[in-house]
């Protein structure tokens, strides 16, 4: 009997996506050119890293990642969070095993939830660099002409 229920548990949990996917994901951030730094903002204790690099988060946090480079403009990328084919497979098998307590988890979790895009991968540009100024140099005064004597008339 202990072996039969135990089955039974065996085959609830297996369509639940928070056992078979995790409520974790890793996100990859990569940049052009290297050697950014990625601040990641909405887990659980923010973090930074230089690309390329992979961290990992909750698959309900709402996640913004800003990616910065000295002489490079910042850019910023909300991800969005989708279901996914898997994730909407095993949230759909909770309705023949995990009933409504695996539905109410998976929901809680995020775990039939992807961040999108992943991996985020950013091409940042350059800041415009400012000619130098023109420097403007003063015309140089035209030389005045001497004065013309009128001529002497005789009296």
Same mark, same amino acid.
């Given at each position: 009997?202990?072996?039969?229920?135990? %089955?039974?548990?065996?085959?609830? !949990?297996?369509?639940?996506?928070?056992?078979?996917? +995790?409520?974790?994901?890793?996100?990859?951030?990569?940049?052009?050119?290297? +050697?950014? /730094?990625?601040?990641?903002?909405? !887990?659980?204790?923010?973090?930074?890293?230089?690309?390329?690099? /992979?961290?990992?988060?909750?698959?309900?946090?709402?996640?913004?990642?800003?990616?910065?480079?000295?002489?490079?403009?910042?850019? /910023?990328?909300?991800?969005?969070?989708?279901?996914? =084919?898997? +994730? +909407? %497979?095993?949230?759909?098998?909770?309705? !023949?095993? @995990?009933?409504?307590? @695996?539905? @109410?988890?998976?929901?809680?979790? =995020?775990?039939?939830?992807?961040?999108? &895009?992943?991996?985020?991968? /950013?091409? !940042?540009?350059?800041?415009?660099?400012? $000619?130098? &100024?023109?420097?403007?140099? $003063?015309?140089?005064?035209? $030389?005045?002409?001497?004065?013309?004597?009128?001529?002497?008339? =005789?009296?």
């Amino acid at each position: 009997m202990r072996l039969f229920f135990s %089955a039974m548990l065996c085959i609830a !949990l297996g369509g639940c996506a928070s056992v078979t996917r +995790g409520t974790t994901e890793s996100i990859s951030i990569a940049s052009t050119p290297s +050697g950014a /730094v990625a601040d990641v903002a909405g !887990l659980e204790v923010p973090t930074t890293c230089v690309t390329p690099c /992979v961290v990992q988060a909750k698959r309900n946090a709402d996640i913004v990642v800003t990616v910065s480079k000295e002489g490079f403009e910042p850019q /910023v990328i909300p991800l969005t969070k989708d279901i996914s =084919g898997s +994730g +909407g %497979a095993g949230f759909a098998g909770n309705l !023949l095993l @995990g009933g409504i307590v @695996g539905m @109410g988890v998976d929901a809680a979790t =995020g775990a039939a939830m992807d961040h999108k &895009p992943n991996p985020v991968i /950013v091409t !940042l540009q350059p800041i415009p660099v400012a $000619p130098p &100024p023109v420097r403007r140099v $003063p015309p140089r005064p035209r $030389p005045v002409p001497p004065p013309v004597a009128a001529p002497r008339t =005789g009296t």
